[in-house]
């Protein structure tokens, strides 16, 4: 770039970006053109190789920044939106997004106006350059070549449809940090030989290989796994859209799968098999039964961790079972539910609304506690929506050995274990669902959600949840 001059009077400026790409560069120039109050109107933005516009010619020669100019106001929520929406592949973007940072000088709260058309456009490209990284996240998919030296080298084809390749290269050298690859792209490529990453020109896709041994392996299992109870098929395409599938080597059994779904569903069914295609014995008749076979089970990952089943306790015959979602650190070392501080909490919450614990059957949706380990902790994870599937098995065993009239799902973990789908707390509470054994639910949210808490948000959380219990208490005494 030459040298930097003094505004002119009616001067129109032209900034060659060097990258189509490059945020920071244009938040520079950006705020220098504030300070010297350069409307938006007599700007140019011309990216690399393209035409411009009437003004793409005008003067190069940005005008030097006054040395009393006061600070370029630019929100966080703007900061966080244009970082994103420069990434998109509209050429309108740069310009946009200068014409909103000009007048967010006069209107620092314009990014709360939804109804304003630029603010709602960017927001728009925001999205969906979110959405663009989530799919190349999702799609790309290595194939296995040999290097020259005979070693193994990874590559992957993906067409975006923004710029958004170097700006996701680091997710890609974090997760993949020991394997040597490359990622080619229309818009660019991205080498990684497992210390240094370097960026190169657009590629072609005939410059990828084609399919390689190891994806015969990966067909094989994504058919085992695939779960014809889960199946939807308009959800499915909104995820994967089609113009991936020419890319994933697990595209070509889509439609197989899809047409046999029903059949295999019935199957599934008859045979009694989890959604990780694996069979169940039939349901235990006792409690002990139940506790003995949740230890050996292994349906799903979370078995297999270094972790102990823990089981429900509390009088076979109770009026009201209470379920979470899992056994959590010192459920799984004790091999009791609700001991560490979400129980504690709900212990006192079920005394203020005069509830016994020792009168209920208290279990979790999921028997076995999912982490991952930092150091030495085990740090909590969330069960999956097929492990929850599958461990309703015992679940529902539970409840049909004890027959509870009422049964109170804290989290959405514990609805889904009995429910079978997701569904809103806050529209839930409050109300019972019958189920088809003739008992009710209720449903509130689980003591730790409140942990998470602090302030007024806790307060207004607790004494949600003290309703709940209020109603489930007020219900019992009715059905008593």
Known sequence: MTALQHVKPGAYYAVNLPRPDDFAFWRDRARQLIQCDVPPDRVAWVEPGGAGDLFANGDTRLPASPVDARPVRASKRFLGVAKNAALHSDPERFALLYRLLWRLQANPRIME???????????????NVRRDSHKMHAFVRFRQVEDGDGGEHYVAWFEPDHHIVRANAGFFRRRFANMRWSILTPRGTLHWDGETMREGPPARREDAPGDDPVEDLWRKYYASIFNPARLKVGAMLSEMPKKYWKNLPEASLIPELIAGAQTREAQMVDAGKSGFGMEFEDKPETLEAIDKAIHACRQCPIGNLDNHAVMGEGPSDAALMIVGEQPGDQ??????????????????????????????????????????????????????????????????????????????????????????????????????????????????????????????????????????????????????
């Open 113 to 127: 106006d939804k109804t304003d058309a630029d603010v709602r456009r960017v927001e728009e490209w925001d999205k």
């Open 331 to 480: 459920e799984d070392m004790a091999g009791r539910p609700f001991v560490g501080p979400a129980g504690q909490l709900l212990d006192v919450h079920l005394e203020k609304a005069g509830i016994r614990r020792s009168t209920a059957y208290v279990t979790n949706a999921v028997k076995h506690f999912k982490y991952v380990q930092r150091g030495k902790r085990r740090i909590h994870q969330s069960p999956a929506a097929k492990e929850i599937d599958t461990c309703r098995w015992w679940q529902e065993a539970e409840r049909a050995i004890v027959q509870p009239k009422l049964v109170l799902a804290m989290g959405a973990s514990a609805a889904r274990g009995i429910l079978g789908k997701t569904v809103s707390i806050n529209k839930a509470r409050g109300a019972p669902i019958a189920l088809e054994d003739g008992s009710e639910l209720w449903i509130t949210a689980h003591p730790s959600y409140l942990l998470r808490l602090d302030g007024e948000a806790r307060e207004e959380q607790a004494r949600l949840f003290d309703a709940d219990l209020a109603a489930v208490k007020a219900r019992l005494g009715e059905l008593s």
